[in-house]
């Protein structure tokens, strides 16, 4: 950890504990530095910080409605649409129905599959196992793979552009919290696997610094008949994170982590109880994360502090504004009116600034940045 100037200070009337038992009438923003875990400052509002009237020029709160992505040559992990990507993080949004015909192998980076939607089979150099809706699939960069579809899937391609995905230090709650790491599932060398071996000729789709090259194969070289070691992919379903809270604080996104690469990050919000405590917040406070461009896409279930979204749906708002809950959540801020959220959704926080590809232009939902106002 970096060490920086620390400072503690107030100045005028605050709270003394963060989320909680705000001064009556102000509205709570964190103003932090990398990423939650850097110095940060609470300050407190007469208003929503989100109460912005009108926006102009390019940075604004950005929505894309993803379902509307017509599929092209769906077949290839590397015909899917680009949506955001900087130099250290790609992310594809990929329809893929019937089969991949050819292998595919990244040259560039570890992948990182979310299954939106869909059940199949993923083949790979170390085996097959089942995947489905919920499922996150670590591809280790160079793997061998492709994937049978039996219903029609919508996955979110993430690409650890030049690193490796990790998983994150558990800390004070220990290697077993959130997920244990036996849950995490590895390919098997089983019968379906032995079944599609053979001698027919089989390509293999190579992406190398964004260009795809092709090696032919006389037989499938998806061919082993065994392995050792610790590497290898690996599957974890989001309903079996179990999630960290507190029933008398409002936890950082941080706390949801999932996965690490370099300069970004992969958390996954759950469903969980609403905190109990009369003065602690219940839904995410308004903040400004100055370091990062954060992402989320929204799985399944009521996203219960933003309105006009819906599942299949990304939302991506880039450093430099502050952002918090939409109006609806934010009366609910104190007394929600149900026990808990429902929701599951992936959210990336990213170091870098994040470029937005022409799909995702292409499928933007314009009137994002003022669904916060309160009147039209
Ligand atoms: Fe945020």
Redesign the pocket.
């Known amino acids: 950890m970096r060490k920086f100037i620390s400072f503690p200070k107030v100045e005028g009337d605050t709270s003394r504990q963060a989320h909680a038992d705000l001064p009556a009438g102000t509205y709570e923003r964190e103003l932090g530095k990398e990423g939650f875990f850097g110095p940060a400052t609470h300050m407190y509002h007469r208003h929503p910080p989100t109460g912005w009237t009108s926006w102009e020029g390019p940075l604004r709160p950005r929505a894309f409605d993803l379902v509307k992505l017509t599929a092209g040559d769906d077949r290839s992990p590397w015909s899917a649409p680009e949506i955001l990507a900087n130099a250290a993080m790609r992310l594809r949004y990929w329809n893929l129905s019937g089969g991949m015909p050819d292998l595919a192998r990244n040259g560039d980076g570890d992948e990182l599959l979310f299954i939106h939607a869909g059940q199949g089979d993923l083949y790979s150099d170390y085996g097959h196992m089942a995947i489905a809706a919920g499922d996150y699939v670590v591809l280790p960069r160079g793997t061998m793979w492709r994937i049978d579809c039996a219903a029609p899937m919508t996955i979110l391609m993430i690409e650890a552009t030049g690193s490796s995905y990790r998983l994150p230090d558990r800390g004070l709650v220990g290697a077993h919290a959130i997920f244990d790491p036996a849950m995490l599932d590895v390919p098997a060398i089983d019968d379906a696997f032995r079944a599609q071996q053979g001698d027919r000729q089989w390509k293999v789709r190579i992406k190398r610094r964004g260009v795809i090259s092709t090696v032919t194969y006389p037989f499938n070289p998806l061919d082993a008949v065994g392995w050792t070691g610790d590497l290898a992919p690996m599957r974890l379903n989001v309903r079996d994170i179990r999630p960290l809270m507190s029933h008398r604080f409002h936890l950082p ?1 941080s706390a949801h982590t999932t996965f690490l690469a370099d300069r970004f990050v992969v958390c996954t919000f759950t469903p969980r109880p609403f905190e109990t405590d009369p003065g602690a917040i219940k839904v995410p406070f308004f ?1 400004n ?1 100055d370091d990062y461009d ?1 992402v989320i896409f929204y799985h399944a279930g009521d996203f219960f502090s933003r309105d006009n979204i819906h599942p299949g749906m990304m939302s991506f ?1 880039p450093c430099g504004f502050t ?1 918090g809950p939409h109006p609806k959540a934010l009366q609910s801020m104190l007394t929600p009116k149900k026990p808990g959220t429902d929701e599951y959704a992936v959210m990336i926080d990213a170091r870098d600034a994040l470029d937005i590809a022409p799909a995702a232009s292409a499928v933007e939902f314009t009137g994002y940045a003022d669904s916060w106002k309160t009147s039209p």
Do not use: A
């Open positions: 996104p903040h994360n954060e708002h952002h």
